[in-house]
């Protein structure tokens, strides 16, 4: 399927240099009319129609042919390029109205004076519809995040007997560093405590026993 086929026409009408309106207007809509009335399709204003309201755009095949006001200056532009004038020799007449194809990618301005009115493809529906994909795939993504979570912990959290067998084996571990500290320090073998029957009687070291008084004073 065409991708012009199922685009809309988006307008945005300039004074001068400032934006001063703009339009979308969908693909469902087989001819686009104008006329200086803000209850038209296209509300255009300042611009000379020869009748109210005026077949400004029609779908085709391929997209929209768009219809000249007689007063305008047509100028074209594709792809971003700059504009340049569009011949006469690429105006279709049609039923007395002179038209110009407008292939995807391509920008019509009509300009009346100070008033310019750029002409393309519309695709915000396209882009619409793109947001609403991403966005969905983030919140799915997000949610399956969510809840991957807490069973992730229940199936794949640590075992208890796993966790029991890695605190002994840190519990030897820190063991056989110890012993090795103590040993590289030489305080690895315990001091051989001293028997009851090796320990020497306290002998007093003669002289006699003089009771002193508890007030006596030395001076």
């Known amino acids: 399927m065409n991708r012009q086929a199922n685009a809309g026409l988006f307008c ?16 469902e809509h087989p001819q686009v009319l104008a006329a200086p009335d803000e209850k038209a399709m296209l509300p255009l204003y300042g611009f000379t129609l020869p009748e109210e309201p005026f077949l400004f755009a029609e779908r085709t095949e391929h ?19 700059a504009f340049h004038a569009v011949p006469e020799s690429q105006f279709v007449q049609h039923q007395g109205r002179a038209s110009v194809e407008l292939p995807e990618g391509t920008t019509l301005r009509l300009t009346e004076g100070e008033l310019h009115l750029l002409v393309s493809h519309s695709v915000a529906k396209d882009r619409e519809k793109v947001s609403r994909l991403k966005a969905f795939v983030r919140v799915a993504a997000v949610s399956v995040l969510f809840l991957s979570l807490p069973l992730g912990f ?18 030897s ?26 320990q020497k009687p306290v002998q007093s070291d003669g002289g ?10 030395v001076q």
């Not at 945005?12 to 693909?27: C, H, K, P, R, T």
């Not at 075992?159 to 029991?164: C, G, K, T, V």
């Not at 006699?208 to 004073?217: E, G, H, I, K, R």
Request: zero cysteines.
């Open 63 to 81: 997209g929209y042919r768009v219809f000249v006001p007689p007063r305008v200056k047509l100028e074209r532009s594709t792809k971003g390029d």
């Open 12 to 27: 945005e009408l300039y004074w001068g240099e400032s934006l001063a309106e703009a339009w979308s207007i969908g693909s």
């Open 154 to 171: 229940l199936f794949g959290g640590p075992d208890p007997q796993q966790m029991q067998q890695s605190n002994a084996r840190a519990i």
């Open 208 to 217: 006699t026993p003089v009771t002193v008084p508890a007030n006596l004073s």
């Open 173 to 198: 571990a820190a063991k056989e560093k110890d012993q090795a500290r103590r040993k590289a320090l030489g305080v690895d073998t315990p001091l051989k405590p001293i028997a009851g029957t090796e």
